[in-house]
């Protein structure tokens, strides 16, 4: 057996090119199971916003009533270009339904051409699919967005925005905060803000 070592530079790199592969792989969103009569399916796995929007037209209208800063959500469009924007989120979780809506708003208030990167893990009710993706970015709660710039972590911000998901992703696309950001988690890193 050959053992294989890493640099601490070199992991998240690593972790990045694996999230791309098993984003690249066929792993298009699939349900869950069979929802039950009335209900929409639960996604799992790569995702667009489409998808979610068809299968899920309450989180339509989340977006249309969610009211971000429009300020900051204009200024997504104008940030460093070069960062990747991951969300995982649950199609079945009602801090997805409330934060990626805003989310989208924030990206058409911004004009929807921003300058980074974004893709979408739909994940199962116990959490445990896709099984690659939430390993390699240790995905415990949904909603989560990660800021990656150069394959490195930036920050990430975990099932609730303190600040709103426009103004906080600002502030890790822009550097000007880092780490862990959640008015529902304990910090995980360092903040700086």
């Known amino acids: 057996m050959m053992t294989l070592s890493l640099s601490p530079r070199t992991r998240p ?10 984003l690249a792989a066929p792993l298009a969103a699939r349900a869950e199971e069979p929802p039950a009569a009335g209900e929409p399916a639960v996604l799992v796995g790569t995702v667009t916003r489409e998808q979610v929007e068809t299968n899920h ?18 200024a997504l469009a104008s940030v460093p270009p ?30 929807g051409d ?37 394959g490195r972590e930036v920050g990430r911000i975990v099932e609730e925005a303190p600040h709103g998901v426009e103004q906080d992703l600002l502030a890790l696309l822009t550097g000007k905060a880092s780490g862990v950001l959640s008015a529902s988690q304990p910090a995980e890193a360092p903040l700086s803000r």
């Open 82 to 111: 070069g960062a990747e924007v991951t969300v995982f989120l649950g199609t079945w979780c009602s801090d997805s339904a409330r934060e990626v809506p805003r989310f989208w708003r924030s990206l058409d208030e911004a004009g």
């Open 114 to 150: 921003v300058p980074f990167e974004i893709h979408y893990v739909a994940i199962d009710r116990v959490k445990k699919e896709p099984a690659a993706p939430m390993a390699n970015y240790k995905i415990e709660f949904v909603p989560t967005f990660i800021v990656t710039r150069e």
């Open 57 to 74: 037209p309450e989180w339509v209208q989340a977006e249309v009533s969610a009211a971000p800063d429009l300020a900051a959500a204009r």
């Open 13 to 22: 790199l690593l972790a990045s090119a694996l999230l791309c592969l098993s």
